[in-house]
């Protein structure tokens, strides 16, 4: 499983390291290294209680902040792990946590967004989330079996921006999302999102590594108060959606080398 940026019998002698977070607009400060929750089989290969192992073994090293979304199929057990994390006494509660998701685009239309949240939460067993974000900046017909995440390129459509951004909003002001966002926003949309928000995106999460560096999206993020975070830190090695261009680097290699290091500790 990709950061976005495993033994659950609680005996384990690892010390968690606190883990530095960033401010942003809305809600607590976001952690800054997230446990991801995607994976190149969207979570069938792991299945449900892998992947809660997964979570698990993640609180035990000191992760606070979990990643996931609609379309990854693994919000059902990242619920399943902060349960069983608080039963365990591994955390007080699941406020000690940051989890965020995201709103997959067959339910980027009005109308679709609030239900779209409420069954996230259904599936996470919880009363709301850290961050909700739109998955990409692009809607798709909604699929003729509900649920179905498989992109048809035929379908996708304009997003009504203004009509979904309202409705995420609306989840903001519920008190069902402390803080809202997007991903995958280039500066053109990001723009084009503000001219009309009430309340401000609070992220932006993409792709960003030492070999895609995002510098003129990082520069207008930080203008505009933006938190970007990066998702595939290291490439995201493996998966049908990256390359191995981080982790097979020899320059990042000579560099690990050098300083006595991993490629996974130079490269993010």
Same mark, same amino acid.
């Given at each position: ?47 449900? @209680? ?10 035990? !090293? ?43 685009? !067959?339910? !980027? ?8 949240l409420q069954k996230s939460l259904w599936n ?73 928000? =009430? ?59 050098? =300083?006595?290091?991993?490629? @996974?500790?130079?490269?993010?």
């Amino acid at each position: 499983m990709a950061p976005s940026h495993c033994d659950t019998n609680n005996q384990s002698n690892a010390v968690p390291v606190a883990m530095p977070a960033a401010v942003v607009r809305l809600g607590k400060p976001t952690p800054r290294i997230g446990f991801g929750t995607a994976s190149a089989t969207l979570g069938q290969a792991e299945g449900r @209680a892998g992947v809660t192992q997964a979570v698990l073994h993640a609180l035990d !090293a000191g992760y606070r902040h979990f990643d996931t979304a609609s379309s990854y199929n693994t919000e059902a057990a990242v619920g399943d792990a902060v349960a069983q994390a608080v039963r365990a006494g591994k955390i007080a509660s699941r406020d000690d946590l940051y989890i965020t998701t995201k709103l997959w685009i !067959a339910d !980027a239309h009005p109308g679709r967004v609030l239900p779209a949240l409420q069954k996230s939460l259904w599936n996470l067993r919880m009363e709301y989330v850290d961050m909700y974000l739109i998955h990409f900046p692009v809607s798709m017909w909604p699929p003729a079996v509900e649920g179905a995440i498989m992109v048809v390129k035929d379908d996708l459509v304009e997003m009504d921006m203004k009509g979904v951004w309202e409705e995420m909003e609306e989840c903001h002001r519920r008190g069902l999302a402390r803080a809202i966002g997007v991903s995958n926003f280039t500066c053109k949309k990001l723009e084009y999102l503000l001219s009309f928000t =009430k309340i401000p995106p609070a992220a932006n999460q993409v792709e960003v590594h030492p070999y895609c560096r995002q510098n003129k999206l990082r520069a207008y993020c930080r203008d505009k108060g933006i938190q970007l975070c990066a998702y595939s830190p290291l490439g995201g090695k493996g998966a049908p959606w990256a390359n191995n261009s981080v982790m097979d680097s020899p320059i990042l290699e000579q560099i690990a080398h050098e =300083k006595g290091k991993t490629v @996974a500790q130079v490269g993010v």
